[in-house]
């Protein structure tokens, strides 16, 4: 399998993608309403329109294929979106001591023992 991008690259992508959809349904937004009569005029909205959906579906086609990398990344455990630091990893290790020596105590019956 080939190396998975990282999470930043990702959300660049993420970015990009979005900001490009926005960007070819604006310009369709904005030849669609231009109002000229003349026959090479409406020719021009005609290809320009063609080209911005062109555009905007190979955009939405992008996103989907974005969302199929992220699923494969979340899958196969290679994005690591939450980024464990040193503490992170101080915390979860003392918790876990800490789970185990309460397990410890109640497996010897320590805390049921009625007091003298």
């Avoid at 490009?20 to 021009?44: C, G, K, P």
């Avoid at 979340?74 to 939450?82: C, E, M, P, Q, R």
Wanted: proline share 2%.
């Amino acid at each position: 399998m080939d190396s998975q991008p990282s999470s930043k690259v990702l959300h660049n992508r993420i970015n990009a993608n979005i900001s490009q959809l926005l960007q070819r349904f604006e310009n369709i937004m904005a030849t669609a309403t231009v109002e000229n009569t003349s026959h090479t005029a409406t020719a021009v909205e005609t290809y320009q329109l063609d080209v911005e959906s062109t555009a905007l579906v190979r955009a939405a086609e992008d996103i989907l294929s974005l969302t199929r990398t992220m699923k494969e990344a979340w899958l196969f455990g290679k994005l690591d979106t939450l980024g464990e630091d040193e503490a992170d990893v101080k915390r979860r290790e003392q918790l876990e001591s800490n789970a185990e020596a309460i397990q410890k105590v109640i497996a010897e019956g320590g805390l049921l023992k009625p007091a003298k």
